[in-house]
């Protein structure tokens, strides 16, 4: 039977005028809800009796009082516990909540948001990504991330986790962002930076678990999971079973905060083929209407990383789809890992690394499109013709793709610079949209490992599942898996920035420079839409991406291994654009790629050539 859907009323704590602070929290099935008042130290006072409001609701209020309030809630004895749906928890998840108000003096009045033909995703972890670990640490870096030609920060999960170290997806409080970054008005002045230099921010959330440490919505309701649905964490969050609503409003309210309260931009949803909702409409759909309603007059993007290759996920709601803005497709990852790094195990043994495997990747934005996945023992994926290209995120590393290997190696630890300059061309030329993880822009030396930082018996858990998960893979065999709780674990993640400003790290950056620099002003490159590229392969270990527009044609050619010859045609004239082996992209070539209509590459290598007829 369909859960009927009904209005669900504004839950958590919030300051009305007065002033005074007004609370509501859902507790079906409980008879008492009280607010336990706390001091600045965490010790708890004075208690505030809940009254009862129908459909499980209980409402209080605090007159006189305001901003900076903290309190638990206890619930029918037990407790206190802090708030699911707080603001801002100060002393860590299991402290006490802190009652905020949006009041940040904004200065991005006139910022409209960034639409998806301009997108270029530059993927940070707060925590690891400066020595402070802060929000407000990322802003001097933000100068030099838009000059360089980035124009959107991807910001991986920011909800209170237990603990200070944490890549983010074991967050239990969604509305509160991490007191270790900086809180609430950490990422405010974060946010409003970036718009001042014209970057956008798109926000990682997780909707389809949360974190085991830190999780209290089972001590106010059941009706938060149930057993009806099951993921990879247990079972699943209550999106379509009985008392739905306030678990979807859960969600909706999350995203209403990020983009109305936060100024965020967008949304990245994690795992998104994991939340698992058989009503109608999809919570997915709901999310992107409330995103976009949640901001007038500013574009909101809404990108999921899903695995399925569904073509729903992309299409309009008026076509029956679910009106995303984009995916991420990792089967071109997936592709350029098994051609240039020669990995075979697990999910990639579903893909060949073959030029003409790439070039068909390449042509359609995913690879799946109904075949049988080996790996997953089914049909996966559904056709992407009439999808716009710019709806597909694509990468050559991102943060699962690195830190879920066993040492966190990123791309340079397992190709040699040849290689990564090549991939790093057929990414940020092709025309769909490129996500960076931070510091791949000069080839990074600092591995991304799983680091966490639970209490002691979940962490040795944690500890012994990240050993026995690599325990059958061959590459592994022997290696002892770095300790996730260890502090230096999590210190060996930090980015040095000072590579940056040294060779050949500083080379790499100047590819990367040249490159955006082209994507954003070459017109051919400019154009985005199906019918504007084409990808041949040449031979069994090279192909060519051709992009044309505005009169314009330029031809990408990517060398995987071994010797590419190839006759441009007569009578075009040629001029080479860039070659990544030249020397000033820390490159060792010295004979010309290009001579008298030949192109010529050795070893892995890309080759950028307009023609004019």
């Avoid at 509160?176 to 405010?188: C, E, M, S, V, W």
């Avoid at 340079?412 to 990414?427: I, K, N």
Wanted: glycine share 12%; aromatic share 8%; charged share 25%.
């Amino acid at each position: 039977m369909k859960e009927p859907r009904v209005a669900v009323p504004s839950l958590g704590a919030w300051v009305e005028a007065g002033p005074r602070v007004r609370w509501r929290a859902w507790a079906p099935g409980h008879q008492e809800v009280q607010v336990v008042l706390h001091d600045a130290e965490g010790k708890p006072g004075k208690v505030l009796p809940m009254s009862p409001e129908p459909g499980g609701f209980f409402g209080a209020v605090l007159e006189g009082a305001g901003a900076g309030v903290r309190y638990k809630l206890r619930v029918d004895g037990e407790g206190p516990f802090p708030d699911p749906w707080s603001r801002s928890q100060p002393q860590g998840v299991h402290g006490p909540s802190e009652v905020v108000v949006p009041d940040f003096a904004w200065t991005d009045t006139g910022w409209k948001g960034l639409g998806p033909e301009g997108l270029v995703v530059y993927e940070v972890h707060v925590g690891t990504a400066t020595p402070e670990g802060t929000f407000e640490a990322l802003i001097p870096k933000l100068k030099g991330l838009r000059e360089l030609g980035i124009t959107a920060l991807e910001l991986m999960p920011l909800a209170s986790f237990p603990g200070s170290r944490n890549w983010g997806y074991d967050g239990v409080d969604l509305f509160a962002p991490h007191h270790a970054y900086g809180g609430p008005t950490g990422l405010r002045r974060l946010i409003d930076a970036a718009h001042a230099h014209g970057l956008a921010v798109l926000i990682d959330a997780v909707y389809n678990h949360f974190g085991p440490d830190g999780n209290y919505l089972r001590c106010y309701s059941p009706h938060y999971f149930t057993a009806r649905h099951h993921t990879p964490w247990g079972d699943a969050v209550n999106y379509d079973g009985e008392q739905s609503g306030p678990v979807r409003e859960l969600v909706l309210s999350n995203v209403d905060m990020w983009i109305r309260d936060y100024h965020a931009d967008g949304l990245r949803l994690d795992a998104a083929h994991a939340i698992v909702d058989d009503s109608s409409p999809h919570l997915l759909a709901e999310i992107v209407s409330r995103a976009r309603a949640a901001a007038p007059g500013r574009r909101v993007l809404v990108i999921a990383e899903d695995e399925r290759n569904e073509a729903r996920l992309l299409r309009p709601s008026s076509e029956g789809g679910l009106g995303l803005d984009g995916v991420w497709a990792d089967d071109l990852h997936h592709q350029l890992r098994r051609a240039f790094a020669g990995d075979s195990e697990g999910y990639y043994q579903d893909y060949t690394g073959s030029a003409e495997d790439i070039a068909r990747t390449l042509r359609q934005g995913w690879f799946y499109e109904g075949q049988v996945s080996k790996n997953q023992g089914h049909a996966r994926g559904t056709p992407a013709s009439g999808l716009p290209p710019t709806g597909f995120v694509h990468c050559i590393q991102n943060h699962d793709q690195v830190g879920n290997r066993a040492h966190g190696e990123r791309l340079g630890h397992d190709v040699p610079p040849a290689a990564f300059r090549a991939m790093s061309t057929l990414l940020l030329l092709s025309p769909y949209t490129p996500l960076l993880f931070m510091g791949q822009e000069w080839n990074a030396s600092t591995p991304f490992l799983f680091f966490t930082d639970h209490h002691e018996e979940l962490g040795r858990l944690v500890t012994e599942g990240r050993r026995k998960e690599f325990a059958g893979f061959a590459r592994f065999a022997g290696d002892t898996v770095p300790d996730p709780q260890a502090r230096e674990t999590f210190e060996r993640s930090c980015l040095d920035w000072s590579e940056a400003e040294r060779p050949p790290h500083s080379q790499i950056r100047a590819l990367y420079r040249e490159l955006l620099r082209l994507r954003a002003t070459e017109p051919a490159l400019k154009v985005h839409e199906r019918g504007g590229y084409d990808v041949r392969p040449l031979g069994a270990h090279a192909l060519v991406l051709e992009r044309k527009g505005a009169g314009q044609r330029l031809l990408v050619f990517v060398n995987v291994k071994g010797q590419l010859e190839h006759r441009l045609p007569e009578p075009a004239r040629a001029q080479v654009v860039l070659w990544s082996e030249a020397p000033g992209f820390g490159g060792s070539g010295q004979t010309p790629p290009l001579r008298e209509g030949l192109v010529r590459l050795d070893g892995p290598s890309a080759l950028v050539v307009r023609l004019e007829s």
